[in-house]
């Protein structure tokens, strides 16, 4: 149960992570990005990858 409230809370803090660095980079530009959705979810899935990773690491597998 542990588990899915730090799986659920990451993806939260994923989500606002990758928003807040397309923001940034439509700041930067000067202008809103074409392909703003395609930015987002690579930014996104970048994220998870490594974080979900990372928590497999520092968790150890998941117990049967």
Same mark, same amino acid.
């Given at each position: 149960?542990?588990?899915?409230?730090?799986?659920?809370?990451?993806a939260v803090v994923i989500?606002?992570?990758?928003? $807040?660095? =397309?923001?940034?980079?439509?700041?930067?530009?000067?202008? /809103? #990005?074409?392909? $703003?959705? =395609?930015?987002?979810?690579?930014?996104?899935?970048?994220? /998870? #990858?490594?974080?979900?990773?990372?928590?497999?690491?520092?968790?150890?597998?998941?117990?049967?």
């Open positions: 149960m542990s588990e899915l409230i730090l799986f659920t809370l990451n989500y606002l992570v990758a928003d $807040r660095l =397309v923001r940034m980079i439509e700041r930067r530009r000067g202008a /809103a #990005l074409k392909q $703003r959705q =395609v930015v987002f979810f690579v930014i996104f899935l970048a994220l /998870a #990858l490594v974080s979900f990773r990372l928590m497999q690491m520092l968790l150890g597998p998941p117990s049967p």
